[in-house]
């Protein structure tokens, strides 16, 4: 059992930049692959990202490439998504969410078994 809370969602102009955290505790998030999700009003819940337990291996959505890093610092026993050049495409709430055992199905929302309550992502016009 792991329990996840994000945080450092806001309001942000375009173009601007944020950086989400994910602090677990209850296990060692070095347990598992982490991903983000995000979802929009009205939307369903999207894959961003994912980060593997071993190696740090990331991937990402390709509607976020190249703005959107993941990373995790497992002295913090966090995950961080370091959004950059945020559009207002972007406005969602942001989740993580922690995956017990690699499969193909992590860029399925259904496929992860702990998720925080998430973060709210305002960009502006």
């Known amino acids: 059992q792991v329990q996840l809370v994000e945080s450092g969602g806001g309001l942000v102009q375009a173009g601007g930049s944020l950086r989400l955290s994910c602090a677990a505790s209850g296990r060692t998030l070095s347990s598992y692959g982490m991903g983000w999700f995000r979802q929009a009003p009205g939307k369903e819940r999207e894959f961003v990202g994912f980060?593997?337990?071993?190696?740090?291996?990331?991937y990402y959505d390709d509607f976020v490439k190249g703005r959107f890093t993941i990373s995790r610092d497992n002295a913090k026993n966090t995950v961080y998504l370091q959004m950059n050049s945020l559009k207002p495409e972007d406005t969602a709430v942001y989740y993580c969410?922690?995956?017990?055992?690699?499969?193909?199905?992590?860029?399925?929302?259904?496929?992860?078994?702990?998720w925080g309550q998430g973060t709210q992502v305002t960009v502006a016009s």
């Open positions: 969410a922690a995956l017990r055992y690699y499969s193909r199905d992590y860029v399925a929302a259904s496929a992860y078994d702990y």
């Open positions: 980060i593997t337990r071993i190696n740090d291996n990331t």
